[in-house]
């Protein structure tokens, strides 16, 4: 079955850091892979994806993340993050080949950026 | 409508009633999705729809738990002698075929 963890439950940075956050999945085989933000009673949104092809990919607001196969994983980075990056971050794995549309989301990320 | 809506926001019920969750995807979008997130967890898939057929329905958490969806519209999400751990806010997501899942406000679901 598919499995994604994320590194760390709860990170507090100051504007202007760099962030770096984790995500490893555990299937080997092809893979959908999606970075979603919840902002403080907001929906859950789309960050970035990566289905194939260039394995950094750019998201909205300054976020990249990169897809590194013989690691599973797919890290989420920004070079200087804003107050208003203050959000949960959810890192999510689609097999369909396997899986179908089965979504498995990791269990998030709380990220505290302190002005 | 712009986006997904979920009626209602918020439900409080009492431990061993019925409750009928709502989902209304974006118009045209193919699959919808349903998901549960306790507090202070991550989302918990539990059943998804293409048009109205649902291939996976592995993970509904119990038999007291179903799911229908009328076309490629409306899908209500039934919980049946709802229980306290029943608890969680329960969200709804479409999508165009297989792209990416655009999420509603959530129903928050309080079991007394």
């Known amino acids: 079955a598919q499995s994604v963890s994320q590194h760390n439950h709860h990170v507090i940075l100051s504007e202007a850091a760099s962030l770096e956050l984790g995500c490893n999945y555990s299937y080997g085989g092809t893979v959908n892979l999606f970075w979603y933000v919840q902002y403080p009673g907001q929906h859950l949104q789309l960050l970035l994806k990566?289905?194939?092809?260039?394995?950094l990919v750019k998201g909205i607001k300054g976020f990249e993340a990169e897809f590194i196969k013989s690691k599973f994983s797919f890290n989420l980075r920004k070079p200087s993050v804003q107050w208003s990056d203050t959000a949960e971050y959810f890192c999510?794995?689609?097999?369909?080949?396997?899986?179908?549309?089965?979504?498995?989301f990791g269990p998030g990320t709380r990220l505290s950026v302190l002005p | 409508g712009a986006g997904v809506s979920q009626s209602p926001s918020n439900k409080v019920t009492e431990k061993g009633k019925d409750v009928e969750l709502r989902c209304d995807p974006i118009s045209g979008h193919t699959a919808l999705y349903w998901y549960r997130q306790r507090l202070g967890q991550g989302l918990e898939f539990l059943i998804y729809f293409q048009g109205n057929s649902a291939p996976d329905k592995s993970g509904l958490p119990s038999d007291r738990f179903s799911a229908e969806r009328t076309g490629e519209s409306v899908s209500t999400l039934t919980i049946q002698r709802t229980q306290q751990e029943d608890s969680a806010v329960y969200l709804c997501a479409s999508s165009f075929n297989y792209g990416e899942q655009f999420f509603g406000p959530g129903t928050r679901l309080t079991v007394l």
């Open positions: 999510a794995v689609n097999a369909p080949q396997n899986y179908g549309q089965n979504f498995v």
């Open positions: 990566y289905f194939s092809g260039d394995p």
